[in-house]
């Protein structure tokens, strides 16, 4: 089965420093993930895809298969990072489908 | 240009009252999905169309049905909404390619 674990649901950091989301997975094939994020009162957006390997407003995220990790980091978080931050896995190879994490809000404080 | 879009955008019924609500698409996708989210939740996939066919859920309410007429088209019917419904309603297409997901703007549906 798919899962995908989002320990924290908030995360709140001053502005200009490190942040990392984290995000753990569960699936026995072989698995994509991505990040999506959500502004207050926006729609869904694609973030990041680990096939991908960019970086993207300055957050990066790795795939660790020997962890089943996939946490998002930036360096420098800023104001306009606030926002809800979801996980998402997908099992292209079986089912098509899209499971989302319980998401992690994010508050950058200035 | 919107490629994927959901009407209404907020939509008020009653208790009990059937609903529908729709999503077309203008990607010629084959994936189509149909994502619920409460307030402070995470989107929760209610069902989804790889082309016609159908894939429910397990723990999708019997209340909720879908229909896709044809490649453009997805419907989301309540057949008699509570009030443990409301919630926005998500639709999403995907193409099987490297592309990621297109959402929609949502369907804010707020049962009385």
């Known amino acids: 089965a798919q899962r995908v674990t989002q320990p924290e649901k908030l995360l709140s950091v001053f502005k200009g420093a490190p942040v990392e989301l984290k995000c753990n997975y569960s699936y026995s094939g072989s698995p994509e993930l991505f990040w999506y994020v959500q502004y207050s009162r926006q729609r869904l957006q694609l973030l990041l895809r680990h096939i991908s390997r960019e970086s993207i407003k300055g957050f990066t995220a790795d795939l660790n298969k020997g962890e089943t990790s996939f946490h998002l980091k930036k360096p420098f978080a800023q104001e306009e990072d606030s926002a809800m931050y979801y996980c998402a896995l997908s099992g292209w190879d079986s089912s098509y489908k899209l499971i989302f994490g319980s998401g992690t809000r994010l508050l950058v404080r200035p | 240009d919107a490629m994927v879009i959901q009407n209404p955008r907020y939509q008020v019924t009653q208790f009990g009252k059937p609903v529908t609500l729709s999503c077309s698409q203008t990607?010629?996708?084959?994936?189509m999905y149909w994502y619920q989210q409460k307030s402070s939740q995470a989107p929760k996939l209610l069902f989804h169309?790889?082309?016609?066919?159908?894939?429910n859920e397990a723990d999708t309410p019997d209340n909720f049905q879908s229909r896709r007429p044809n490649t453009s088209f997805c419907f989301l019917d309540i057949r008699s909404p509570g009030l443990g419904d409301t919630a926005m309603y998500l639709c999403a297409t995907w193409g099987l390619t490297n592309s990621p997901l297109h959402f929609g703007n949502g369907t804010r549906l707020t049962v009385t």
């Open positions: 169309y790889y082309d016609k066919d159908f894939n």
């Open positions: 990607l010629n996708h084959n994936v």
